[in-house]
Nanobody, 117 residues
């Protein structure tokens, strides 16, 4: 049962832009926090950016000033990526954390972002 669906990945040249989107399905409730993580080949998954339902954001140092996370309702989250670098190449995963008596964490299937030099 698919719960987070990502879109918007692709191939772009250095300095280019991409926008990722993620939609949460109705059956997971209203996420407290949504965000994006990424995993490059041979590396651990790392946080890129998160946003709470109150609008508070958090960014990895490596993307500050270049990436922007936003939500336009309780279940859609976006990641605008500008000034992309080859080191941004990774599979990007959408994440949602929902509180319903206990915390539940959901992951999307991932979308590939490739930045060519």
């Amino acid at each position: 049962q698919v719960q987070l669906v990502e879109s918007g990945g692709g191939l772009v040249q250095t300095g280019g832009s991409l926008k990722l989107s993620c939609a949460a399905s109705r059956n997971i409730g209203n996420p407290t926090t949504m965000g994006w993580y990424r995993q490059a080949p041979g590396k651990q998954r790392e946080l890129v950016a998160t946003i709470t339902n109150g609008g508070s954001t958090n960014y990895a140092e490596s993307v500050k000033g270049r990436f922007s996370i936003s939500r336009d309702n309780a279940k859609m989250v976006y990641l605008q990526m500008n000034s992309l670098k080859p080191e941004d190449t990774a599979v990007y995963y959408c994440n949602a954390k929902v509180y319903s008596s206990t915390w539940y964490t959901y992951w999307g299937q991932g979308t590939q972002v490739t930045v060519s030099s």
